[in-house]
């Protein structure tokens, strides 16, 4: 049976993580969302996503929505991924004959239903009180209570840690090059693939869990890793690194100073010294040489992000950063504060920055609209360094979402004109 994962509406609460990819791409732990429903329930062949991300998925990663209204599909919510009790449920149903809607509270958290049903669900954004009032008791219902989903983007920080730690566990080998002084702490497990470099002097702290150098990454000297710490595919961690426990950092990455319980989805710089603490950093960021955010309150309290000042509940809560995003040398980050897609960050940044933005505002100048073309020149000369290029439909993804973005600049006071210092 063909399965399908698709985003419900709760995609929108990860703006702006969410503009450019769709939820089931986000990373925690080693492996995406997706990646985790294909470990359980085999490849994902189906996907629905918001209407904006319909093309780039198509033609860019060959997902898209059923075209057989008649194929059952095994449809899987990946915001419930982590709970492994709500996906044993998931699993046991799906074995069973006949059609059927797994929902926990407002969630579907997944069905088996034929591709013409899936698409009614996939109207309702996969709302589950609209998704059995569409179906009417054509389709037999299971309840769920208390099942863990993400929601927030700093729940993905959050269940970076178990979930890296989980996935790295029993890991264990040595077959790239490790240099004779390495020093190796603990029994939490070292995994070097086959083709990762890890220089000399480099401390590697295995106690609170296991380390994975994925192959083709290189270690620099004196840089000092502590697990559980997942280094994918081509990264590079610069000399007198200090990667502290629980960060995922994902392929072809350049990543220097201090790092900790971090996500960096991939293709992404953060080359210097300067802080990055409890953070999830995008796809093709760059931040500039002594970047830091702040992740804690003067006052030890929790932290409340955006507009709405939601209460994360958490005391320790960095910045989102989503893709494309650009920040100059010593850019400062008050805590939980979020940036758009494509903003460019200059001196110390107060307040949520709204995509395709060059915020100054501490420097003396008023934020000014990223233009467009300005936003994709910068991505063909940043993806030029890694002989790559963008593709027509993510050109035509990032054309969308500074459409879809214009009213949020507004909103924030962004004005039209050139930007000068």
Known sequence: MPVAVFEDRAAERFLPLTYTKAVFDLRVGRFTLLERVESLFGRVECVFVRPHLEEFYALDRELCAPEDPDDELLLVNPRYVLD????????????????????????????????????????????????????????????????????????????????????????????????????????????????????????????????????????????????????GRDTVVMPCARIRGGCSIGPVCRVGGEVEESIIHGYSNKYHD?????????????????????????????????????????????????????????????????????????????????????????????PVELELESALKTLDRMMARRRLAPTNALRRLLERVFYMTERERLRAGVKKGRFSL
Not at 156 to 162: K, S
Request: glycine share 14%; aromatic share 8%.
């Open 84 to 231: 492994e009790w709500a996906m044993a449920r998931l699993d046991e149903l799906a074995r069973s004959d006949g059609w059927f809607v797994l929902v926990n509270g407002c969630d579907v958290v997944g069905a088996r239903l034929p591709g013409e049903l899936a698409c009614e669900a996939s109207r309702t954004g996969f709302d589950a009180g609209q998704v059995l009032k569409v179906f009417n008791g054509r389709v037999p219902t299971s309840h769920l209570e208390g099942a863990r989903s993400l929601s927030r983007p700093w729940e993905l920080v959050e269940a970076n840690f178990e979930a890296l730690a989980r996935d790295l566990e029993g890991l264990e080998g040595i077959e790239g090059e490790v240099d004779e002084t390495v020093k190796v702490i603990g029994k939490g497990g070292l995994r070097v693939e086959e083709g990762a470099v890890v220089e000399p002097y480099v401390v590697l702290d295995t106690k609170g869990g296991g380390v994975h150098v994925e192959k083709g990454a290189v270690v620099k000297a004196f840089a000092y890793i502590e697990g559980p710490a997942y280094i």
């Open 274 to 366: 300067g802080f990055l603490g409890h953070a999830y950093v995008g796809e093709w960021v760059n931040l500039g040489a002594l970047t830091t955010n702040s992740d804690l309150k003067n006052t030890y309290g929790t932290v409340r992000v955006g507009p709405e000042k939601v209460d994360t509940g958490r005391q320790k809560v960095g910045a989102f950063i989503a893709d494309l995003v650009k920040t100059s040398v010593g850019t400062l980050l008050y805590t939980g504060k979020s940036v758009g897609v494509a903003s460019h960050l200059h001196g110390l940044v107060v307040e949520d920055v709204p995509s395709f933005t060059i915020y100054a505002k501490t420097l003396g100048i008023e």
